[in-house]
């Protein structure tokens, strides 16, 4: 469905969450699983949309693939789920930058935008890559005709396993904004995470990507 707009990317918050299943101690509730894709969603306090967590793991990747995607944002409109404009707003180094993105809605629904800051880190011992994103909605003036996201929380880790796979976890809540309902909010965070994650492991196989190097990026050793 393309509800799924409503909650967004993006982009990329928090720490890194790690991989293992989630469980009922800290409020997941498995939603959906299948094509190697694990969605849970649980509630947050005060907000009457879900947080979702999906889970995937992906054979015979590399950390470079993964972030080469991510620092293409004109690439994002191919794998995001309903992205239809992405861009740079500002470069602040090769790991921090702000960007903009915008996401269709079926009509009568405003489409939503919304502007971010995305950091992103490896941590030295285990080489999990870490990209966080928050809402920084006042960095750019309202877009006419859209709706502006102003809270969105989000994480993205990459895990290497040790064995040429990487597990794939993202995490996200948002605050749609606007008259939208929570009920139609709501069916959009199990569509959002599936097929941006059905996207994303078909993308990264490109030879553009598949061939990418970030000198600030360590490999594990095979």
Request: contains cysteine.
């Amino acid at each position: 469905m393309k509800n799924a707009c409503m909650i967004l990317i993006a982009v990329l918050l928090a720490l890194p969450f790690p991989a293992a299943r989630a469980g009922d101690d800290d409020g997941w509730t498995l939603k959906k699983s299948g094509n190697g894709i694990v969605i849970y969603l649980r509630d947050m306090p005060g907000s009457r949309t879900k947080q979702f967590r999906a889970v995937m793991r992906v054979p015979g990747a590399r950390l470079s693939s993964l972030m080469a995607v991510f620092d293409d944002a004109a690439s994002y409109p191919r794998w995001m789920h309903h992205c239809i404009e992405a861009r740079v707003v500002k470069k602040i180094s090769a790991s921090e930058r702000m960007t903009y993105s915008a996401t269709e809605a079926p009509w009568p629904v405003s489409t939503r935008d919304m502007v971010t800051h995305s950091l992103v880190r490896q941590d030295p011992k285990s080489l999990t890559v870490t990209l966080t994103i928050r809402a920084v909605p006042d960095m750019l003036p309202p877009v006419n005709g859209r709706v502006r996201i102003r809270k969105l929380d989000a994480v993205w880790t990459f895990r290497p396993e040790g064995n040429g796979d990487v597990t794939v976890v993202y995490q996200l809540h948002s605050e749609p904004g606007g008259s939208l309902p929570p009920g139609l909010a709501n069916m959009a965070v199990t569509d959002l995470p599936f097929n941006t994650f059905i996207k994303l492991r078909n993308i990264i196989k490109e030879e553009k990507y598949a061939m990418a190097r970030f000198p600030q990026i360590t490999e594990p050793s095979r």
